[in-house]
């Protein structure tokens, strides 16, 4: 794994509060609030209660998404041109107006996003690189599929515990429209309460769940950079 070559593809944050009605007056007003900060063009209702709030970069794939559910709050940055810091400028105003606005209590349980793409040291085949480095599987054991791999993933999962109240859901995969490219991803979910007058654990958490994707994960593909 080359370290270097990481670079962001998905960021987000969903943020489950005890059951709301929203009220189209109050989510107009959202809307409204926030657009005016972050440049918000669309306004989708679904259903009673709920609604999507949506930013489109012109000549790009980037967007900005914002979605309010009787029970959840959901903030997701696809292809962005911003670090995880300008992520986190974007979603605590989102978050803290989400709050205000739709009156939010509190917070009971907490998801987090990260989403990056890399190379494997050399510019090797990620399929390569995952099914013989890290997997230790040789040619030999593949020709009982009788066909090429287009595409190959190793997930693992860290359960939550008393002494640790977070778990992580990780995959490294080949990109199937690149398979040059490295996919990795980690969804980590909080099982803790969260107060919505102190945002700062939601940014402390967003950083954790980067920092085992980026350090802890990728430490460990980089012990598998020369071929056994």
């Known amino acids: 794994m080359n370290p270097e070559s990481i ?6 944050i969903l943020l489950v509060h005890p059951p709301l009605l929203h009220s189209d007056k109050k989510l107009r007003e959202l809307f409204n609030s926030l657009g005016a900060v972050h440049e918000f063009t669309e306004y989708q209702q679904a259903s009673e209660g709920t609604a999507q709030f949506r930013r489109v970069w012109r000549g790009s794939n980037e967007r ?5 559910h009787k029970d959840r709050v959901e903030v997701v940055h696809d292809f ?6 300008g992520f986190w400028r974007t979603a605590e105003d989102v978050l803290a107006e989400s709050v205000k606005t739709l009156r939010i209590p509190a917070f009971v349980l907490q998801q987090y996003l990260i989403r990056k793409v890399g190379h494997a040291q050399g510019g090797k085949d990620a399929r390569v690189f995952l ?12 020709k009982v599929f009788g066909r090429p791999l287009h595409g190959v ?13 977070v778990e992580f859901d990780v995959k490294m995969e080949s990109m199937l429209r690149d398979p040059m490219q490295l996919f990795l991803e980690n969804v980590a979910k909080f099982y803790v309460p969260l107060q ?7 940014k402390s958490n967003l950083e954790a ?6 350090e802890t994960i ?10 056994p």
């Open 80 to 85: 962005p041109t911003t670090d995880l810091q």
């Open 153 to 165: 993933g190793v997930r693992v999962f860290f359960a939550a515990s008393e002494q640790s109240p």
């Open 196 to 202: 919505v007058g102190d945002l700062n654990p939601v």
């Open 131 to 142: 099914i013989q480095n890290v997997c230790s599987v040789g040619d030999d054991k593949l």
């Open 64 to 68: 900005l998404l914002c979605v309010f």
């Open 209 to 214: 769940t980067e920092q085992f994707l980026t």
């Open 218 to 227: 990728v430490n460990f593909l980089s012990q598998f950079n020369k071929a």
């Open 7 to 12: 670079r962001p593809l998905s960021f987000g």
